[in-house]
């Protein structure tokens, strides 16, 4: 998808199809964008446009973590500050989600359902620019929500977050 006269977007099939059965639904959830269909209708808000752009031509060739801030809420996070949801509650469970001796966190039960996720205005997306005749980003993940960075060892104690699992139940948005 092209952004700009020198800027290009694009995402593999499969990390295409993982973000779209994760994040894309048109029910109200935890991890779920809100009012668009698919990772290029986020692309296509002007504002995310030229935000992207931006950030685009200014940073250096590797991977690359981009945060937006919406002007509405874009979606659902899938996480909450551990404040709403004390790990010592009956709610959540301790679970380790990668492969062994990766990480671990604190995981709302999925019938806790009167804990809901949290609309945001924040979303990221996670990528490789090249650069040559034209800058071009390889994105491979995309969510709303804050970027906690790699995830390694107990990511509850590292950032203070419980998990929902994605499509958890999420607060109304306007």
């Given at each position: 998808?092209?952004?700009?006269?020198?800027?290009?977007?694009?995402?593999?099939?499969?990390?295409?199809?993982?973000?779209?059965?994760?994040?894309?639904?048109?029910?109200?959830?935890?991890?779920?964008?809100?009012?668009?269909?698919?990772?290029?209708?986020?692309?296509?808000?002007?504002?995310?446009?030229?935000?992207?752009?931006?950030?685009?031509?200014?940073?250096?060739?590797?991977?690359?973590?981009?945060?937006?801030?919406?002007?509405?809420?874009?979606?659902?996070?899938?996480?909450?500050?551990?404040s709403e949801v004390?790990?010592?509650?009956?709610?959540v469970e301790q679970?380790?989600?990668?492969?062994?001796?990766?990480?671990?966190?604190?995981?709302?039960?999925?019938?806790?359902?009167?804990?809901?996720?949290?609309?945001?205005?924040?979303?990221?997306?996670?990528?490789?620019?090249?650069?040559?005749?034209?800058?071009?980003?390889?994105?491979?993940?995309?969510?709303?929500?804050?970027?906690?960075?790699?995830?390694?060892?107990?990511?509850?104690?590292?950032?203070?977050?419980?998990?929902?699992?994605?499509?958890?139940?999420?607060?109304?948005?306007?």
């Amino acid at each position: 998808m092209r952004l700009s006269a020198n800027c290009i977007v694009s995402m593999a099939s499969g990390s295409a199809n993982r973000i779209q059965r994760n994040h894309f639904h048109h029910s109200a959830g935890a991890g779920r964008f809100h009012g668009v269909s698919n990772w290029k209708d986020v692309l296509q808000v002007d504002a995310v446009r030229d935000e992207v752009t931006r950030i685009m031509t200014g940073v250096p060739e590797g991977i690359m973590t981009v945060l937006i801030e919406m002007g509405f809420d874009i979606g659902w996070s899938a996480t909450l500050p551990i404040s709403e949801v004390p790990v010592e509650s009956n709610d959540v469970e301790q679970h380790r989600p990668g492969p062994p001796g990766t990480w671990q966190a604190q995981f709302v039960y999925d019938d806790a359902t009167h804990i809901r996720a949290r609309s945001t205005r924040n979303f990221y997306m996670v990528g490789r620019l090249h650069s040559g005749d034209e800058l071009h980003l390889d994105l491979f993940a995309m969510c709303p929500g804050v970027p906690l960075g790699k995830l390694e060892g107990d990511v509850t104690k590292q950032h203070e977050v419980v998990f929902l699992r994605f499509g958890h139940p999420g607060e109304p948005i306007n």
